[in-house]
T-cell receptor, first 113, second 111 residues
Framework: NAGVTQTPKFQVLKTGQSMTLQCAQD?????MYWYRQDPGMGLRLIYY???????DKGEVPNGYNVSRLNKREFSLRLESAAPSQTSVYFC????????????FGPGTRLTVT | SQQGEEDPQALSIQEGENATMNCSYK?????LQWYRQNSGRGLVHLIL?????REKHSGRLRVTLDTSKKSSSLLITASRAADTASYFC???????????FGAGTTVTVRA
């Protein structure tokens, strides 16, 4: 059981470049999430997917798009990267509903120059 | 906006001592969860306490919840060097199961 996996682990982009962060989980969870973590701050929700085929905006969705490819995979795309998107990105998954813990991937450290 | 706020921002203790950190939140919740993050790693779930519970234990962890004060505390007893990490509280709203995280407390346990 790998849990939640993310690729890549590190990435450096130039302003204006695009890229897709990949996330996969093998726990058969319905819900998946993308967060960003900036120094001195907690995690902020970018997008989430309550179940396969649905996606919704979180607290900071601007500049990002997501795709719930199937039940296992949830990708995050930056169409035109900006320095403000320099951050550590975490994917998580959980059962849907209250009272369920979230399982996190190891993170992707992204730098936009 | 972030729902939870942890206090203190940073804490340094000697091995064997207890560590206490607090979390305050603004709106009604269904449950409150605590997570640990070791440097450079993802978050790991520690404990969940529901809004109708007042206290919960898990190993060396003790969590309390006071919904009238909209606050929670996490106590780690007999700390070890391996407890060095950042600790985050996260709240799930009454009508929304998404989690809202605080900025975290960084705990350093000195040998």
């Amino acid at each position: 059981n790998a849990g939640v996996t993310q690729t890549p682990k590190f990435q450096v982009l130039k302003t204006g470049q695009s890229m897709t962060l990949q996330c996969a989980q093998d726990m058969n969870h319905n819900s998946m999430y993308w967060y960003r973590q900036d120094p001195g701050m907690g995690l902020r929700l970018i997008y989430y997917s309550a179940s396969e085929g649905t996606t919704d905006k979180g607290e900071v969705p601007n500049g990002y798009n997501v795709s719930r490819l199937n039940k296992r995979e949830f990708s995050l795309r930056l169409e035109s990267a900006a320095p403000s998107q320099t951050s550590v990105y975490f994917c998580a998954s959980s059962e849907t509903g209250h009272s369920y813990e979230q399982y996190f991937g190891p993170g992707t450290r992204l730098t936009v120059t | 906006s972030q729902q939870g706020e942890e206090d203190p921002q940073a804490l340094s203790i000697q091995e064997g001592e207890n560590a206490t950190m607090n979390c305050s939140y603004k709106t009604s919740i269904n449950n409150l969860q605590w997570y640990r993050q070791n440097s450079g790693r993802g978050l790991v779930h520690l404990i969940l306490i529901r809004s109708n519970e007042r206290e919960k234990h898990s190993g060396r962890l003790r969590v309390t919840l006071d919904t009238s004060k909209k606050s929670s505390s996490l106590l780690i007893t007999a700390s070890r060097a391996a407890d060095t990490a950042s600790y985050f509280c996260a709240t799930a709203g009454s009508n929304d199961y998404k989690l809202s995280f605080g900025a975290g407390t960084t705990v350093t346990v000195r040998a």
